[in-house]
């Protein structure tokens, strides 16, 4: 028996019933002497082992830690039973319940939908989590100036080189998406928008898994190549095989090349932090020695799994501090590694490639999903704890005649699950409603319930699964705590604790409501101030055209004759006033935007100042009605007969600038920089001469919400750079009538190209639209939390005033009046909201501060922000007991007080 494992007895003694334990030992232990002399020891042993686990079976080892009847079936059932009959004799409580529980289950899920979509953004990528962005920090001082999702263009290779620890790095320039990518294909003219990548031929070896036609390492090889999205792909091709075909583009020589579609890309999903539907071969166009004076190349590389990012971080560093002595453009300045998966909600950096979400907004609005669940319960523990005098007499008689604590809390679970399984119920209708229209309330495209991110939603199960066990079972913990002797003789105790408890939880929604109800108010006021704000510049009446042929393969007198045309065209309109051509419009990005472009004198140190660099016609700054600080506008230009260079005329080598641009330059005044020579580094790869000749009042040109960049007007007379046309029309004009004007202008001078226009006005506007879907999800879920905390202080009330019926009668006949007797019932609420909004001031201080830091143009924090939402708190929270505080005033005394 000693030969025996000590383990094999601890694991009969484990798993067999106490009362049976000697007796199944004895009998083994037998069978093993007798086996170890007719078979031997060692398969005796054996044979032993295979026994003591034969008896893990659930019959024998769930036998000593649960009991279980058919009897607890019924008990189960007949809860069930005396749940319905609970609820079906309270119906006004039961729907009160219901549909609060519904809309907070139904906010709830459709705000974690939101942050499950926000937080998924980038991870579609088969090695996502292996994918960083290398970006740049500049500093002077030791301060940090700028920082940019853009790097060098010799990044690439110096990672390619010097890191083998990478797996695989890539450079890519884009071009912006409201700039069409022009080229034909069977003699059909495209001018597509969406944007294109111009990269070297590792893009699709650091993005694993968008090539679905093509090799990644071949696609992009030869300078012929280009790959296209899927949806592009269809578009021009349609049901033909798009691989191998041959489309014709423009050049820089001013003729066409052909390009061969190498392959076709995935569709960029809405949750990508880039788009494109073109990706072609970044051809040079630096040369060697320049490829450390400029950042204007995205870098990504895609580190191998057991890589730490700092480490190469660091090594980075080293290098570039080494590097600085060589090239001044890289003193002072840092790169670091930005995961692919933080950039959406994290990185808001100059140079990024499209607008970025909010990790604080996305943070809010998980919180509010928890407020508004919380306010829910908060109505349910409410309304059950308050009618707990109906419920403690039955309680206390189920427990004088044997019932036990455990069995009444899971009947009070189970009749929280009933009214739940209503809720869910209700909630699932209107979720299957709401969800198909979701995206107009958030701005995401999302029509079908996605399950983006698994954690989110586990987590949110875990929140509800938690929250309602300890929901359900309070009001039962609550009366089990009362004496049943006592109770039965109408003596509930002190009951204080239990009017303290409500009272904290009506303030916890009221302050919910509170700062959901000023965050509203402050966006809008916010959004109403960046409308309305003086933009230095007039809007209105403006019709944008995109130029069809900025990048063609026409020559420049060819544009430039077609450009002219066009206006003069345009001119004999009654309905147009004035025409201009521009690289950009107010509310574009400005894609010329460089550092060290612009010099006092050329030998002056290295420049880290970013300037913005405009094309634009003598028409453009008193179209827009810029104000001309000192100097003058540029001079017309004079008829172009054939090319020449823009450098060998000397009204091409004049510039406007705008107020931070001089300041950046070091001029006091704008007198004083009027008729200045600077160096500016225009098409050229040095830098040239240019004459001041006006300075411009700053103005926001790519939105009001961004701080406004030092900027250059430069003259696009060669045509450069004429991406835009602007039509400003006459006040008195009708926009139909006016925009038919201009298509017939347009056909007569491009019959064959598409006519796409756009009013000024209402495309700049677009730039407030993420803080409009904002203002909207706040809106609408701080409506339903007031809407549930309403539902609340009905119900209260709705069971105050028929508590204290009998009260309210024996003060009316004492004398009271029915105005007095609904300042009783109504001055708690008051106080409750009074504290309230002490409580939540603070707060709504901070996250008014807080959210209104994002924007160099902003308001001041209002009192007012306080004072309307107790006013609206007010006066809802009055609409929503005053029904039922006036019929309980006004109801006869006698038919109260006659069995007294």
């Keep these: ?46 044979r032993f082992i295979l026994a003591c686990f034969r008896f893990v079976r659930p019959g024998i080892f769930l036998r000593n830690k649960f009991s279980w009847n058919i009897n607890s079936i019924d008990i189960i059932f007949n809860y069930f039973k005396i749940a319905c009959r609970h609820l079906m004799n309270s119906k006004t409580f039961l729907l009160i319940n219901v549909t609060g529980l519904a809309v907070g289950i139904t906010a709830s899920f459709l705000i974690i939908q939101y942050v499950s979509f926000e937080m998924s953004y980038d991870r579609f990528y088969t090695n996502s989590e292996n994918i960083y962005r290398v970006g740049l920090e500049r500093y002077k001082n030791n301060e940090l100036q700028t920082s940019s999702a853009t790097n060098f263009a010799g990044l ?25 990518v022009f080229f034909r294909y069977n003699g059909k003219i495209f001018n597509e928008l969406g944007g294109e990548l111009k990269t070297d031929s590792t893009f699709f070896k650091v993005f694993v898994g968008m090539l679905l036609k093509g090799h990644a390492a071949a696609a992009l090889r030869e300078r012929h190549c280009m790959v296209v999205s899927e949806s592009m792909a269809k578009k021009i091709f349609g049901d033909e095989e798009p691989m191998g075909q041959h489309i014709q583009m423009p050049n820089d020589d001013g003729g066409e090349s052909e390009r061969v579609i190498t392959g076709i890309f995935k569709d960029f999903p809405p949750n990508s932090h880039m788009h494109a539907n073109f990706v072609m071969p970044l051809e040079p166009f630096i040369k060697d020695g320049d490829e450390w004076s400029q950042a204007f190349l995205h870098t990504y590389v895609s580190l191998k799994e057991d890589d730490h990012p700092a480490m190469v971080t660091n090594r980075l560093n080293q290098f570039y501090q080494e590097m600085a002595v060589k090239y001044p453009e890289m003193k002072e300045t840092k790169s670091f590694l930005q995961p692919l998966t933080s950039i959406h909600l994290s990185s808001h950096m100059g140079d ?28 349910y523990i409410n309304l059950e704890t308050a009618r707990f005098a109906i419920r403690a007499r039955e309680v206390s008689v189920r427990r004088i005649i044997g019932s036990a604590k455990s069995d009444l809390a899971l009947q009070f679970l189970i009749e929280y699950f009933c009214v739940l399984a209503l809720a869910i119920a209700l909630a699932t209708s209107l979720i299957t409603f709401i969800v198909p229209r979701f995206s107009y309330l958030t701005g995401i495209p999302i029509d079908s319930i996605q399950w983006s991110q698994p954690s989110i939603w586990l987590i949110a199960f875990a929140v509800v699964v938690v929250g309602s066990i300890l929901v359900g079972i309070y009001p039962a913990i609550f009366l089990l705590r009362l004496n049943p002797v006592a109770t039965l003789k109408g003596k509930f105790g002190n009951t204080s604790n239990g009017r303290t408890i409500r009272k904290t939880l009506i303030i916890t929604q009221f302050s919910a409501s509170l700062i959901l109800i000023a965050c509203v108010l402050v966006m ?33 007198v ?37 550092v060290n472009l612009l010099k006092r004198n050329v030998h002056d140190p290295y420049n880290p100042t970013r ?9 453009y700054i008193p179209f827009y009605g810029f104000k001309l600080l000192a100097g003058r506008n540029f001079d017309p230009p004079r008829p172009v007969q054939k090319w020449i260079n823009p450098w060998d005329d000397e009204n091409w080598l004049t510039l406007i600038l705008n107020e931070s641009a001089i300041h950046a330059l070091g001029f006091n005044s704008p007198e004083e920089a009027v008729d200045k020579i600077v160096e500016f580094k225009n098409f050229e790869d040095h830098f040239q001469k240019h004459r001041i000749i006006g300075v411009v009042e700053d103005y926001h040109h790519e ?91 009905l119900g209260m009330t709705l069971f105050e005033a028929s508590a204290r019926q009998k009260e309210i009668s024996i003060r009316k006949v004492l004398g009271a009046s029915v105005a007095s007797l609904i300042g009783l019932l109504s001055v708690d609420n008051v106080r409750l909201i009074l504290l309230s909004a002490i409580i939540a001031a603070p707060l709504i201080y901070c996250i008014a501060q807080k959210w209104l830091s994002n924007y160099p143009m902003r308001i001041d924090v209002s009192p007012m922000f306080f004072v309307i939402p107790v006013g609206i708190l007010l006066l809802l929270v009055a609409f929503a007991s005053s029904f039922q505080t006036i019929n309980a005033a006004s109801t006869n005394p006698i038919d109260h007080l006659k069995n007294e």
């Design 524 to 556: 809008r006021s916010q959004l109403d101030f960046m409308q309305t704000i003086d933009k230095k510049f007039n809007v209105d009446h403006v019709v944008t055209l995109r130029n069809p042929t900025a990048y063609s393969s026409e020559a420049v």
């Design 558 to 594: 060819e544009k430039h004759a077609a450009y002219r045309t066009l206006e003069n065209k345009l001119m004999e309109n009654a309905s147009v006033q004035m025409v201009t051509s521009s690289s950009a419009i107010p509310g574009t990005e400005i894609g010329f935007t460089y």
């Design 352 to 379: 990024e490639l499209e607008v970025n979400g909010s990790k604080d907004l996305v943070y809010i609005a998980a919180a509010i999903a928890f407020i508004i669940l919380i306010i829910a319960w908060i109505n």
């Design 156 to 180: 690439k290779e110096l990672i390619h080189e010097n890191f083998p620890e990478v797996d695989a790095v890539t450079g890519f320039y884009k071009t912006p998406a409201n700039t069409g």
């Design 703 to 793: 939105a009001v919400k961004k701080e406004i960049f030092p900027m250059i007007f430069s003259p696009n007379y060669g045509s450069f750079q004429q991406v835009y046309y602007s039509i400003r029309l006459n006040s008195a004009s009708s926009r139909g009538q006016a925009v038919d004007d201009i298509r017939k202008s347009w056909t007569a001078v491009f019959p064959n190209k598409p006519f796409e226009y756009s009013f000024l006005d209402e495309y700049y506007d677009q730039q407030f639209k993420s803080e409009r879907y904002t203002k909207r999800i706040f809106f609408v879920f701080a409506g339903i939390a007031v809407f549930i905390g309403c539902l609340g202080i």
């Design 1 to 46: 028996m000693k030969s025996l494992p000590a383990w094999s007895e601890r694991l009969l003694r484990a798993i067999c019933p106490d009362e049976l334990y000697e007796q199944i030992e004895g009998d083994l232990i037998e069978i093993y002497n007798y086996e170890v002399k007719t078979i031997g020891k060692r398969k005796a042993k054996l």
């Design 611 to 619: 300037f913005k660099t405009l094309f634009v016609d003598d028409n």
